[in-house]
């Protein structure tokens, strides 16, 4: 210890950097960082409302005009109401686009240093990552609970139960989970404007081959086979079941349990990209 | 991985990118209580050596060890005991610099109340107590480097590294940086710092290590590395090209040591050892001999001519 550098310093071997700490411990500081870096997040959005605003806005404007000016040009095929057919595809379509917030803010600390920083630092080698995906759903949570609510205002409605509709919720908030661990490793793997421009170029494809506008029967066959299988059409799917509102339908064996791919898809998805994220994370190879 | 009295040593450190190599055959010995410069031009393989050593980089050849700990087989250790300040200030742009202190103040476990109480210190300590809520963002360049330092010492560590501290900063933030590095090395902290100027290697370090091409090719006190290159140079030129070799003679004879000469620009130059000496008698001496002079300069050596002089020195030693 340096006494006459810092004669308050705490000692940089203090019992909470001990080696002795057991597991419990370690899953405890874990934790405590992750809530640290998430923490940081909130902060910002005090900081700059404004931001956080204008971010929810997108989301809200996309909903508003889909729904009123589309809305008269399209029918829903075995009748129903148009609004109450859109709104779970907007709701997914949302999920999938926020995610470049993620890569944005990942790939701005890593150009700052400040992930470099935070890598020398004592810390787990999952905390940050963890803290970055908690803030992102924190702020997923709040974007589709106003977006639920545009909806309610706009005349959508589910006609399931209140616990099917939890369910609707928690199949969207869980897809993007997935997603914003995948953001996470994009915005770690690739350097610089690359990883936004990356994510972009995905969420297009991602969000708009799907089923969310436009039953993949009427697709080609095979754009009609990638748009099934695409993780979004599950959900999407699986969403309309569970909020009582009108679907494509459809015979693939993909479409009938969309239900269980809705889960199956972004736990898989996670279950590849968090070990990579917290890899690339400790290793940051290159 | 023992480590006999050094704070940070390097042994055959190597890290390839692709077909090239950042480091090759990289060797450092920085001694506990010591402040060590890593001097070398951009692209010689600084940051990559201050990477490797912050654990931040893996490296494909040789071993390390900070603080007594290998960098490879205990990274963990080896992070409890250093602080590193980048080459890019990395603080939180949006926080203030209390927001970013407490952040990092916490993320040390210290607790909240004890990161706050730390953050005041550090930012009283740092002139920078009254930058309030102020985002980082709004910082001067010298205000943001002194928040990076102070950032880095939230647990006063044993071993500090500072990756081109004060390039890019105006000569009074360049000083505000000097004087608190200089604090922290009175205290007793290990310091090993990269520059690319070798002015301040000689204002802040105790030994420099010459880094060219991904090795250290010499490493001295910064009297010796003067020394060995003779210090400051003469340049004159003649106006007769005839008169080249009269003036290189001269030269010669005064100052003791062999002249470069250019005959294109019909110029003579040589390192000095005592600058005011070697001017005046060689101005006399070419006075006497009439040889007309259009120009005489006397300056210090640049950068370029310290790692050309060091980089042949080494190649010659070695062949
Ligand atoms: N991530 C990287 N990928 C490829 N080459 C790199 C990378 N980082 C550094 N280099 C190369 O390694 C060499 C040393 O770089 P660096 O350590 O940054 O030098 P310095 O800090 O002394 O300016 C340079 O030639 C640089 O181009
Ligand atoms: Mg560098």
Known sequence: MNATAAPSAPSAAGPAHGEAGGFAARVRWAVADGWTITRRDVLHWLRRPGQLVAGLLFPVMMLLMFGFLFGGAMTVPGGGDYREFLMPGMFAMTMVFGVGETVTAVSHDMARGVTDRFRSMPMAPSAVVVGRCAADMLRSAITLAILLGCGLLAGWQWNGTGGEAAAAVGLLLLLRFSLVWLGIYVGLAVRGEGAVTAVHTLEFPLGFLSNAFAATATMPLWLGTVADWNPLSSTVTATRELFGNPGWGGETWIAQNALLMAVVWPLAIVAVFFPLCVRRYRDMAG | ?319
């Open chain 2, 1 to 319: 991985m023992e480590t006999t009295g050094g704070a940070v040593t390097a042994r055959g450190l190597g890290k390839r990118y692709g077909r090239s190599w950042a480091l090759r055959g990289f060797d450092l010995h920085v001694p506990v209580g010591s402040v060590c410069g890593l001097l070398g031009p951009n692209g010689a393989g600084k940051t990559t050596a201050v990477r490797v050593l912050t654990t931040l980089l893996r490296a494909d050849e040789g071993t390390a060890s900070v603080a007594g700990h290998d960098v490879a087989a205990h990274g963990d250790r080896v992070r409890r005991s250093i602080g590193l300040v980048g080459q890019n200030a990395a603080v939180d742009e949006v926080l203030s610099g209390r927001q970013n202190l407490e952040m990092f103040g916490r993320l040390h476990h210290l607790g909240s109340r004890r990161a706050a109480a730390r953050a005041d210190e550090l930012l009283e300590r740092f002139r920078l107590a009254d930058t309030g809520r102020k985002p980082v963002g709004a910082y001067s360049g010298g205000m943001r480097r002194r928040l990076d330092l102070a950032a880095s010492m939230i647990l006063a560590p044993p071993v500090l590294f500072l990756d081109e501290p004060t390039t890019g900063l105006d000569p009074r933030s360049r000083d505000e940086v000097w004087g608190a590095v200089r604090e922290l090395v009175a205290g007793g902290t290990t310091v090993l710092l990269t520059t690319q100027y070798l002015e301040e290697a000689d204002r802040l370090a105790d030994r420099i290590s010459v880094v060219s091409s991904g090795r250290v090719v010499a490493e001295g006190t910064p009297g010796e590395l003067k020394s060995r290159l003779g210090g400051d140079r003469l340049d004159l030129v003649v106006r007769d090209p005839a008169a080249l070799a009269g003036a290189a003679g001269i030269v010669r004879r005064v100052v003791g040591a062999e002249p470069d000469t250019d005959v294109e620009n019909r110029r003579v130059g040589v390192g000095v050892e005592d600058r005011v000496a070697a001017l005046t008698e060689v101005v006399r001496a070419l006075e006497e001999q009439r040889i007309g002079v259009e120009d005489v300069v006397l300056r210090r050596p640049t950068l370029d001519e310290v790692f050309l002089h060091l980089t042949e020195a080494e190649e010659e030693t070695t062949r």
